[in-house]
């Protein structure tokens, strides 16, 4: 049986030799005060910790500091009630805002990078290098066919698979 330094070390082993060296590019400028707010769900891969979830947001905002709250929420339909998770985001490397940080778990955190964003902050498609992560996010619960086939057509040109792509029911209320 490991001890809890033991399984803390093959953790941060694995989750760091999953990294690839695809680069994957980003926006080239973010305005921090304009992509703070709430974000929904339009379509995400697939992962446990968001099994079962329906009506998912993420709300942002700048703690004083200068790094970002995270607060993802969703309805578990399965146990029939809200999920909360609350967490932290940074931007390491100024001359790359797009690259973001997120950690949901003490010390670690996982790309976060933003690929594609509209001028009016209204849309937006996040992923990650090792292309396991993907999310399209929008201002509003619903996106328009013709917007969401530019940000799958934009997320396709750098690699992911599309195909494993879920629609997130947005129907829920609070």
Same mark, same amino acid.
């Given at each position: 049986?490991?001890?809890?330094?033991?399984?803390?070390?093959?953790?941060?082993?694995?989750?760091?030799?999953?990294?690839?060296?695809?680069?994957?590019?980003?926006?080239?400028?973010?305005?921090?005060?304009?992509?703070? @707010?709430?974000?929904?769900?339009?379509?995400?891969?697939?992962?446990?910790?968001?099994?079962? +979830?329906?009506?998912?947001?993420?709300? !942002?905002?700048?703690?004083?500091? @200068?790094?970002? /709250?995270?607060?993802?929420?969703?309805?578990?339909?399965?146990?029939?009630?809200?999920?909360?998770?609350? #967490?932290?985001?940074?931007?390491?490397?100024?001359?790359?805002? @797009?690259?973001?940080?997120?950690?949901?778990?003490?010390?670690?955190?996982?790309?976060?990078?933003?690929?594609?964003?509209?001028?009016?902050?209204?849309?937006? +498609?996040? #992923?990650?290098?090792?292309?396991? !992560?993907?999310?399209? +996010?929008?201002?509003?619960?619903?996106?328009?066919?013709?917007?969401?086939?530019?940000? +799958?057509?934009?997320? /396709?040109?750098?690699?992911?698979?599309?195909?494993?792509?879920?629609?997130?029911?947005?129907?829920?209320?609070?």
């Amino acid at each position: 049986m490991l001890n809890k330094s033991a399984f803390v070390l093959l953790i941060a082993v694995m989750v760091f030799s999953c990294k690839t060296n695809k680069n994957l590019p980003t926006v080239s400028s973010l305005d921090l005060d304009k992509y703070v @707010g709430t974000w929904y769900e339009i379509a995400r891969f697939d992962h446990s910790f968001e099994k079962n +979830l329906s009506c998912v947001s993420a709300t !942002y905002s700048i703690k004083p500091d @200068g790094n970002i /709250k995270v607060e993802n929420k969703g309805f578990n339909n399965k146990k029939d009630k809200w999920k909360t998770a609350i #967490g932290k985001a940074k931007v390491p490397n100024s001359d790359k805002p @797009g690259e973001i940080k997120v950690s949901f778990f003490g010390p670690f955190y996982g790309d976060y990078f933003v690929m594609k964003l509209d001028k009016n902050y209204q849309h937006v +498609l996040v #992923g990650s290098p090792t292309r396991d !992560y993907l999310w399209v +996010l929008s201002r509003d619960k619903i996106m328009s066919d013709n917007v969401y086939k530019k940000y +799958l057509e934009e997320a /396709k040109s750098h690699g992911f698979d599309v195909s494993k792509l879920q629609m997130i029911d947005q129907s829920c209320t609070d």
